[in-house]
């Protein structure tokens, strides 16, 4: 089945500066890739995605990128804010149904 | 839409005791998820239904776990007898159909069974 590894596990980062979240995944016919942020105590909240036929996405602060060939997917998160602090997930679907399967998270600390 | 509900928010329980965990789906989704969230193991998918009809259940820990769906507006999760060890958050999450993959996540039920 399907692996998705996630780093870092913590980040912390200044306002203002940027935060990149990497993740790698074991199946090469993976196509959805989402990412989704938690703050404390609530649901994750789906904030970006990219299918396997785009290579960057791109929402205000916010972007993707896919490397389909290394098996690798990225998300960037540009001028960071406190309320940017949360965990973020990522996760990969390769099932016809819609599955996923997800990273492990990575808790991003902004201070101010 | 008022998006994937879940209840009870919270529920403590007696070890032993049977747990029913309750959920609705965004209406008109097609597909229905039902994840366990711990600090040691992450995100894990238990369940997942298409059309109501339980696709994969590889994911339930074990026979003391089951879910049904007996129809398009209404799933439930039990577990029975409960153990300490099945404290954790549940969540539910719906998505429009298996081509369109963006799940949405209810509000979770944090158990705690002492």
């Known amino acids: 089945g399907e692996n ?15 935060a990149v979240i990497k993740c790698t995944y074991s199946d090469s016919a993976s196509n959805y890739f989402p990412w989704y942020k938690q703050e404390l105590g609530k649901r994750p ?12 996405k791109k929402d205000q602060r916010i972007a993707v990128t896919l490397n389909k060939t290394a098996k690798h997917f990225s998300l ?12 973020y997930f990522c996760a990969a679907s390769s099932d016809s149904w819609g599955k996923l399967q997800f990273g492990a998270g990575t808790q991003v600390v902004v201070t101010p | 839409d008022a998006g994937v509900i879940q209840s009870p928010r919270h529920e403590v ?3 032993g005791q049977e747990v029913t965990l309750r959920c609705k789906p965004i209406s008109g989704h097609n597909s229905l998820f039902w994840y366990r969230q711990t600090m040691m193991r992450g995100l894990e998918l238990l369940i997942y239904f298409n059309n109501n009809v339980p696709i994969d259940d590889s994911g339930m820990p074990e026979d003391r776990f089951s879910a049904k769906m007996p129809n398009a507006s209404f799933s439930t999760l039990k577990i029975q007898p409960s153990e300490p060890r099945d404290s954790a958050v549940y969540f539910c999450a719906s998505s429009p159909t ?9 509000q979770g039920t944090r158990l705690t069974v002492v």
């Open chain 1, 4 to 18: 998705v590894e996630q780093h870092p596990s913590t980040l912390s980062v200044q306002e203002g500066d940027s």
């Open chain 2, 98 to 106: 298996a081509a369109r993959a963006e799940a949405f996540f209810g």
């Open chain 1, 76 to 87: 960037h998160i540009t001028e960071t804010q406190p309320e940017d602090s949360a965990v």
């Open chain 1, 45 to 56: 909240q789906l904030i970006i995605d990219i299918r396997s036929n785009v290579g960057e």
């Open chain 2, 13 to 15: 329980t007696e070890m």
